[in-house]
């Protein structure tokens, strides 16, 4: 096993440490495929939006298959199905890349797939792929989190080398349960406390318990602000892998979709877990199941041009 440069959950107090890699591993030029102005935002940050990226038509063909899953849950592989705590409605769908054509097409757009190349500096793969649906009056929260402590300790993943990317399915509103942000919190890594029990993404996936932040430390990072991108439907938030982020719970009528893709630098692939023996399974973090992905251009669907 490689240097643990980030222990957490070996300690009974919390700790905060500097972060030891960069957040833009490419140098910009004009050829990038983000502004100077947006590559600068995402290194202050640790998250940006990008609206405008799909036509209509695009976004209603992945609104189309989103419904396609999840009306055809039984279909799917049964692992892939996380269900909200205490019911049976569909919380998030796991490894859409594997089980929809248009999904697998859509991370390796090269929309996608060409800016986390270059905010990666390197070749990536989908570390993680899912359906998230957030649904009316029945959407619960995600509490606050970094996910590279989870993907660093439970899955093996050695450096903050990986991003997320969730592209807005439905329209994201101030009140219907957006992802929020806390800028500048992606700079350092907060070690949290408690052993992780086995089989703990069993129970995390509904609702997160250990690998989370303490209060103080979330306040020292609130005093920077909280940040709540929204945006229609087509939007695009890209996140760093250690940004600090949640989601209240969504009382209104108006359910929250996305299509969630993580994009691991292939210099980055999973090593043994930094915490339990035993890693997460594939369907969670890709370990095995690993393609480089070749960035397409062109419309997603053929008649979306």
Known sequence: MTNDFYVSRRSTTPAAIVRQD??????WSPRSPLTREQAMAYERDGFLALEDLFTAAEVKGLQAE???????ADKLEGETIITEPGGDTVRSVFKIHKQSNVFQRLATD?????????????DVYIH????NLKQGFHGEDFY?????ETWHVEDGMPRMRALSMSVLLMENTPVNGPTMFMPGSHKTF???????????????????EYGVPDQASLSRFAE?????????????VIFDCNTIHGSNTNITPYPRWNAFFVFNAVSNKLQAPFGPAKPRPEIIAARNDVETIRP????LFQDAA
């Open 66 to 72: 989103a419904v396609r899953l999840q009306t055809g």
């Open 190 to 208: 907060v070690s949290c406390v408690g052993e992780t029990p086995g089989d703990h993404y069993k129970h995390s996936l509904k609702k997160q």
């Open 110 to 122: 090269a929309r996608l797939a060409a800016i986390a190349q270059f905010l990666l500096g390197d």
């Open 144 to 148: 606050w989190h970094s996910d590279f």
């Open 296 to 299: 397409i251009s062109g419309p």
């Open 128 to 131: 993680q792929s899912r359906l």
């Open 224 to 236: 920077g602000g909280i940040a709540m991108p929204t945006g229609p439907a087509g939007t695009v």
């Open 22 to 27: 960069p957040v833009v591993y490419s140098a």
